[in-house]
Nanobody, 117 residues
Framework: QVQLVESGGGLVQAGGSLTLSCTASKTSFTINTMGWYRQAPGKQRELVARITSGGATLYADSVKGRFTISRDNAKNTLNLQMNTLKPEDTAVYYC???????????WGQGTQVTVSS
């Protein structure tokens, strides 16, 4: 059974920083792409950043230059370093992982990030 556990959310003032972490349970499956998504109240879930097993990254335009995604394939961990946070970054952040052998992707339970102005 695949489980993704996020941590690192919290309350921060505008201009501050937070680091989110996600750990995927060890399984016989091979993790392909991992990513962070977020959902603000009343809005659809959106991609924040994603990274392939080879290290290729993709960022939403709204976070380019401020957020950095990274992963440790040996430890099945995913991180998101968030700098220069803005109130509009406030959302529940979700970790997502896709596996080579499995059709459906898996999601974490989400972690709240609140940026005060």
């Amino acid at each position: 059974q695949v489980q993704l556990v996020e941590s690192g959310g919290g309350l921060v003032q505008a201009g501050g920083s937070l680091t989110l972490s996600c750990t995927a349970s060890k399984t016989s499956f091979t993790i392909n792409t991992m990513g962070w998504y977020r959902q603000a109240p009343g809005k659809q879930r959106e991609l924040v950043a994603r990274i392939t097993s080879g290290g290729a990254t993709l960022y939403a335009d709204s976070v380019k230059g401020r957020f950095t995604i990274s992963r440790d394939n040996a430890k099945n961990t995913l991180n998101l370093q968030m700098n220069t946070l803005k109130p509009e970054d406030t959302a529940v952040y979700y970790c997502r992982a896709s596996y080579i052998e499995v059709v459906d992707a898996y999601w974490g339970q989400g972690t709240q990030v609140t940026v005060s102005s």
